[in-house]
């Protein structure tokens, strides 16, 4: 199986600061990768697919990057609904993977 | 636009299976999959596997294989997850989410909690 090795598992930032999670996958996943923002008590939320692609609806402040076993998801600007937790998705092969998510914390 | 809805709350004893349902609504080409997902109170999230409702195509992830089946009506665009062999630790929100080209909408969630 794949995994997804995601970092850090929780950070600190303030309004209006650039923030970057990373996914690291144990073997190549070309653009595989998606991202969810999940706020408790919520269903997730997907921002990002095939690695860079922004999902219908969502502020450009988030964005994707990264191919084969690295990626990242930048938010630009962070804010105030921003904090909140993150997961990465593999779905490269008939298996799909999270990553064990990313706490944005105040 | 695609809405899916499911099934309420249960409460199982050890040992027992629940079996959850996710109707979709909306139109949408008949090719779509619908995954599941399971979270457990304060923890991330778990892939549980997927099904192709038009091909009945399945593929489960093997922490959950032997104890889970997907199956689906596609004539009432109704996705099932059944789990067997219910376990304390199998407390958690069954999430089902359903992904049609760009297209990707999510249940609201089903919390299952097992307690004797």
């Known amino acids: 199986d794949i995994q997804m090795t995601q970092s850090p598992s929780s950070l600190s930032a303030s309004v209006g600061d650039r923030v970057t999670i990373t996914c690291r996958a144990s073997?190549?996943?070309?653009?595989?990768l998606a991202w969810y923002q999940q706020i408790p008590g919520k269903a997730p939320r997907r921002l990002i697919y095939?690695?860079?692609s922004l999902q219908s609806g969502v502020p450009s402040r988030f964005s994707g990057s990264g191919s084969g076993t690295e990626f990242t998801l930048t938010i630009s600007s962070l804010q105030p609904e921003d904090f909140t937790a993150y997961y990465c998705?593999?779905?490269?092969?008939?298996?799909?993977?999270f990553g064990q998510g990313t706490r944005v914390e105040i | 636009q695609v809405l899916l809805v499911q099934s309420g709350a249960e409460v199982k004893e050890p040992g027992s299976t629940v079996k959850v349902s996710c109707k979709v609504s909306?139109?949408?080409?008949?090719?779509?999959?619908i995954f599941w997902v399971r979270q457990a109170p304060g923890q991330g999230l778990e892939w549980m596997g997927l099904?192709?409702?038009?091909?009945?195509?399945?593929h489960y992830a093997h922490n959950f294989q032997g104890r889970v089946a997907f199956t689906a009506d596609i004539s009432t665009n109704t996705a099932f997850l059944e789990l067997s062999s219910l376990r304390s630790d199998d407390t958690a929100v069954f999430f089902c989410?359903?992904?049609?080209?760009?297209?990707?909408?999510w249940g609201q969630g089903t919390l299952l909690t097992v307690s004797s």
């Open positions: 909306g139109g949408i080409d008949s090719t779509y999959k």
């Open positions: 095939a690695a860079s």
């Open positions: 099904i192709y409702p038009i091909w009945r195509t399945r």
């Open positions: 998705l593999q779905d490269s092969t008939y298996l799909w993977t």
């Open positions: 073997q190549d996943i070309g653009n595989d």
């Open positions: 989410a359903l992904q049609n080209g760009e297209i990707e909408s």
